[in-house]
């Protein structure tokens, strides 16, 4: 479909928001799009107008926006364009629009120089033919008490935790989601405007934990408990997902407070990182009974710039030869030497390849969540050279899982 795509005007953001929640089958809400409105750019929304479609929404079919985010990678950070309202109108599907989109997207992330693009999938199998990979997973666990204790001699310390209003947690919690990111892949940097949205979506009886140590706040989460009476007892629901935690013993002991919440019978969380520290501390690990959780998708916009601006575990040097259909100057063979102080990614000509996979797999190993081994098995990595999986997988690795909190 040939239609006019550019990006809404000032009079044109209500119309947006409207064909945007249209698709996406929610109800319009007028309070929350005002809300909203802070954490969009105008100028990085993509609108496609169908004058035939008449008056409804301005004649907007198609939307796209993608937020300007810092996100952190192993070792370092990358600006990255973090997408999000990707929508087309019911009446307008499987015409090509959703492709429109991603090709002026992503010709527009090109040109900022944004290196990565990110969003979460409303569907699994949409993003992938755009070069996306899943770069991050997250357990969504459940634990049924009693039954938490922790392994004796791995106890939670002196540490004491304070409880308030979430709003007089919002400089502790800041703190430790940027000191959690520093060191944990995958996590976007949250402006003021981020933490006013998560606050102000936190429920009317949410609240929030803190632990100190040192004079600093160590540990911080918010949480919520959903009551429930069932004739045997006593059986609340308390909910926590923002928890952060910069030491053992403050992880050790805002999770102790979680756990220890009387009357409650269960302890249930939505997207935590896959290398959850409560599964060592539990005396019985398999009270966590994890759900594996589809994360953020991540797409290398820049091979060389991507791959030269992240850190590796190992040393490496590496000629990948990288399919990429939907942005062609990808396309071709790059060097990677990469080590733990950085790295350097540049064209290498008709240098022999190493390895050759497609960009989406670059994408989902970027992080550090796929290995190349289990790559090659599903026939997605070809090895040239004997030892160059090898090689790639003690590269690529870090030693904190990835793991996306926020959702856009
Ligand atoms: C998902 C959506 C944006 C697709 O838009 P569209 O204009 O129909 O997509 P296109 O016509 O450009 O399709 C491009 C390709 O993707 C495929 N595709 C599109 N939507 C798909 C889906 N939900 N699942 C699997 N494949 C899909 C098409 O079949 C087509 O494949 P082909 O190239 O092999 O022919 C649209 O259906 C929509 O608005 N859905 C509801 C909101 C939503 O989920 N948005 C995504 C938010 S992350």
């Known amino acids: 479909m040939d239609l006019e795509i550019r990006p809404a005007t000032e009079d044109e953001a209500e119309a947006f928001g409207r064909a945007s929640a249209l698709a996406f089958g929610a109800p319009f809400d007028a309070e929350r799009f005002s809300r909203s409105q802070p954490l969009v750019d105008l100028g990085r929304t993509l609108a496609a107008f169908d004058p ?36 087309v109108r019911p009446t307008h599907r499987r015409r090509g629009l959703l492709t429109a989109l991603m090709r002026r997207q992503l010709d527009d992330t090109h040109r900022r120089g944004e290196p990565l693009a990110c969003l979460w999938a409303s569907e699994a199998p949409i993003y992938r033919r755009f070069g996306y990979g899943l770069a991050t997973r997250g357990l969504r666990w459940q634990l049924e008490r009693p039954g938490t204790s922790f392994t004796p001699g791995l106890d939670a310390g002196a540490l004491e935790a304070r409880l308030m209003a979430p709003a007089d947690a919002r400089s502790a919690l800041a703190d430790l989601h940027e000191r959690t990111r520093a060191t944990t892949p995958a996590m976007v940097k949250r402006t ?5 949205r998560i606050l102000h979506n936190a429920k009317g009886d949410t609240l929030a934990v803190v632990v100190e140590g040192a ?15 069932a004739s045997a007892g006593p059986a609340n629901t308390l909910s926590a997902n923002e928890v952060y935690a910069v030491t053992p013993q403050a992880y050790a002991a805002v999770w102790r407070y979680l756990l220890d919440v009387d ?16 599964q060592w501390l539990l005396a019985n690990p398999r009270a966590l009974q994890p759900a594996l959780v589809e994360g953020l998708w991540a797409r290398l916009v820049d091979v060389g710039a991507a791959l030269g601006g992240r850190r590796y575990w190992a040393e490496a040097h590496l000629v990948l030869d ?8 990808n396309e071709g063979r790059w060097r990677l030497d990469a080590g733990i102080d950085g790295a350097s990614c540049e064209r290498a000509g008709s240098a022999d390849p190493d390895l050759h996979l497609d960009v989406a797999d670059l994408g989902a190993s970027y ?28 590269a690529f690795a870090w030693s904190t899982a990835p793991w996306a909190v926020t959702f856009f």
């Open 52 to 87: 035939g479609a008449g008056p409804l929404h301005d004649g907007i079919v198609a939307t796209a926006h993608s937020h300007a985010f810092e996100v952190s990678v192993p070792g370092a950070e990358s600006h990255a364009a973090g997408v999000a309202n990707v929508t």
């Open 367 to 394: 992080m550090g969540l796929a290995v190349f081994g289990s790559l090659q098995r599903a026939g997605l990595v070809d090895e040239d050279r004997p030892g160059a999986i090898r090689e790639a997988d003690r």
């Open 263 to 278: 009357l409650v019978g269960r302890v249930t969380t939505f997207h935590r990182p896959l290398d959850e520290p409560l």
């Open 192 to 196: 003021q405007g981020w933490w006013d």
């Open 322 to 329: 990288v399919t990429d259909r939907f942005c062609p100057w």
């Open 215 to 229: 004079g600093r706040p160590e540990a911080a989460g918010l949480y919520s408990i959903a009551p429930s009476w």
